[in-house]
């Protein structure tokens, strides 16, 4: 079956600009995270969604980071007034069991963000 | 506390031979330990993962080794190929949420 897509695959933005960057999650999976890959920081994570319940954005590293979750499915992840440091891999993935066993997350392909 | 340490950062192997990757961590709350393989331009995908109930997990040429009370835990690929040269990154999590924590990661390059 269709796995995570990310869109835009890359994306080039001016500093102070403001981007959103769009998920799409495994049909049925509840789940959704958001993680950031850079250079200097690796794999972290931003932000994540289950079902109808409030988002855990213990992860998102600065107040100029959103993201939204409609339907249950598609998510947004909006960065505001971008700066060069945001400049990144954004990906996302899905889990049809985040708390029960398996465990497992799929992640998209991710969209690379560049702030020039 | 929330740490995942990985090394080594870079690893050649000649075809055939055994690629060890070894990742520690501190956080005893951790209770799923999976292993993504990444290729340049795509997402990590899932290779394989383990739970602390047991010491090792084997799925064709990849095996977990996991060592609770070191708190230690290593992916062992056996007859590398070529076509395995791409980052391994250990992870690990805990509790409902299921984020993950990430290491550093490791390139793997298989020599023919």
């Known amino acids: 079956g269709a796995g995570v897509s990310q869109s835009p695959s890359n994306k080039v933005t001016e500093k102070g600009k403001d981007v959103e960057l769009r998920c799409d999650p495994i049909s049925g999976h509840t789940a959704l995270y958001w993680y950031r890959q850079s250079l200097g920081q690796g794999l972290e994570f931003l932000i994540y969604f289950q079902g109808n319940s409030a988002p855990d954005k213990s992860g998102l590293p600065s107040d100029r980071f959103s993201a939204e979750r409609t339907g249950g499915s598609v998510s947004t992840l909006t960065i505001q007034r971008t700066q060069q440091e945001d400049s990144a891999v954004y990906l996302c993935?899905?889990?049809?069991?985040?708390?029960?066993?398996?465990?497992?997350?799929?992640f998209g392909p991710g969209t690379r963000l560049t702030v020039t | 506390q929330q740490q995942v340490k990985q090394s080594p950062q870079s690893l050649i192997v000649q075809k055939g031979g055994i690629s060890i990757i070894n990742c520690a961590y501190e956080?005893?709350?951790?209770?799923?330990f999976p292993w993504y393989q990444q290729f340049p331009g795509k997402g990590p995908a899932l290779l394989i993962a383990i739970r602390p109930d047991v010491s090792e997990k084997k799925e064709g040429r990849f095996t977990i080794s996991f060592n609770k009370s070191a708190k230690q835990f290593s992916l062992h690929i056996m007859d590398s190929q070529p076509g395995d040269s791409a980052t391994y990154f250990c992870?690990?999590?805990?509790?409902?949420?299921?984020?993950?924590?990430f290491g550093s990661g490791t390139r793997l390059q298989v020599q023919p």
């Open positions: 956080n005893t709350a951790f209770d799923y």
């Open positions: 993935a899905s889990s049809s069991s985040p708390d029960s066993l398996p465990y497992e997350q799929y």
């Open positions: 992870a690990a999590s805990s509790g409902g949420r299921r984020a993950l924590t």
